[in-house]
């Protein structure tokens, strides 16, 4: 569904991204992890085409996009739902108009169509009779929640999530965990998942890839990333301060 290969990325002279080579089966879940400013949302802004790599490939179903025009993308993007970092709701409107918001704009469904997936898509997050609510009267739990009511209304075949739990409670992190994996199971949805949050990597994850100063060092299974050898993926999961740190403590257990 999602092949990235030999893609570099330049903001301003930087390099952002070292030579990413990724693949994406339909219906897989892949996470990607990785310190904060290694380049992990950069690639979800690739793949949805709202950046163009400086060299390299992008193909979604078979169709490179990296070329293609806005229009053009607009409408491989019909295929893409995004739950953005800070939920990206419009203010200005309630949660059921945010919901309702991409079938008013990219389909011709009566309002009562609309009105009953807005009901049953509301339902599925949590949120029932919560349509008339305003955003700056939610949780952020709730917000995100909200986000993904919207982002699924279109049934889209792709799930894009940009560090889903930031800044939620263990409780309601493991709430969106759930939806994710609901959401996967009834919509059969490919999904990329950028978080920084091991247990909800551990969760949802089919595989793993780990993205270190703008290349990846390792993909895997939860398994495989779980028992990798690399100093600088068990830095990561296990929250030490060096990589230095693990190789010590494993030979302490040794």
Do not use: W
């Not at 290694?38 to 078979?62: A, D, F, Q, V, Y």
């Not at 209304?153 to 969106?176: F, N, Q, V």
């Amino acid at each position: 569904m999602i092949k990235l290969t030999n893609i570099n990325m330049e903001f301003n002279g930087k390099q952002i991204l070292h030579d990413i080579n990724l693949e994406v089966a339909k219906g897989e879940t892949m996470v990607i992890i990785g310190p904060s400013g290694s380049g992990k949302s950069t690639i979800l802004r690739l793949i949805i085409g709202l950046l163009k790599p400086t060299i390299g490939n992008i193909m979604i179903k078979e169709q490179e996009i990296s070329c293609l025009s806005e229009d053009q993308l607009n409408k491989v993007r019909l295929d893409m739902g995004m739950v953005f970092q800070y939920s990206a709701l419009f203010d200005s409107m309630t949660v059921g108009e945010n919901v309702a918001f991409g079938l008013r704009e990219h389909t011709a469904m009566s309002e009562k169509e609309i009105s009953k997936i807005v009901s049953r898509n509301l339902r599925m997050v949590g949120l029932t009779d919560q349509q008339d609510r305003m955003p700056n009267e939610l949780s952020g739990g709730m917000k995100k929640r909200v986000s993904l009511a919207r982002a699924i209304a279109m049934k889209p075949e792709i799930m894009l999530y940009d560090e889903p739990t930031a800044g939620l409670d263990p409780i309601m992190s493991g709430t969106i965990d759930r939806l994710i994996m609901n959401t996967k199971r009834m919509l059969g949805v490919t999904s990329v998942v950028v978080t920084h949050h091991m247990s909800s990597a551990f969760t949802v994850a089919d595989r793993i890839a780990m993205i270190h100063n703008g290349s990846i060092i390792e993909v895997g299974t939860v398994e495989e990333i779980k028992q990798s050898e690399n100093p600088l993926v068990q830095q990561f999961i296990h929250g030490l301060k060096t990589p230095g740190a693990y190789v010590r403590r494993r030979s302490n257990l040794v």
